[in-house]
C-alpha cells in the first residue's frame, strides 16, 4: 500500500524492500528425512506410501502424512512405476 512503501522510503531510502524473507509454509521433512526416504525406495522401489509412512515412523521417529510424502517424492524426481 500507498502508507507501506511512504514507511519503507522514509527507513531506508528506497521503495523496494532488500531484506530476504522467507516465502510459505516451512517443510515438514528436512534433507536428512529425504535422504532417508529416497534410501528406502532405492533399497525396494515397491513400496507403497503407508509402507513408507509407517518406516519412517518406526525407524525415524517421523510422523507424516503419506500426502507429505508423496510431494516430497514429486520433487526429488521419483517417478511412478
Known amino acids: 500500500t500507498w502508507f507501506r512503501i511512504l514507511k519503507l522510503w522514509r527507513e531506508t531510502g528506497d521503495v523496494v524492500n ?11 521433512l528436512d534433507h536428512e528425512d529425504i535422504d532417508c526416504l529416497l534410501r528406502l525406495i532405492r533399497q525396494n522401489p515397491d513400496y507403497f506410501l503407508d509402507e513408507l509412512t509407517h518406516l519412517l515412523a518406526t525407524n525415524e521417529f517421523i510422523s507424516v502424512h503419506f500426502t507429505t510424502i508423496f510431494r516430497e517424492l514429486e520433487r526429488a524426481n521419483v517417478s511412478y512405476k
Open 18 to 28: 532488500h531484506r530476504p524473507t522467507l516465502r510459505g509454509r516451512l517443510r515438514a
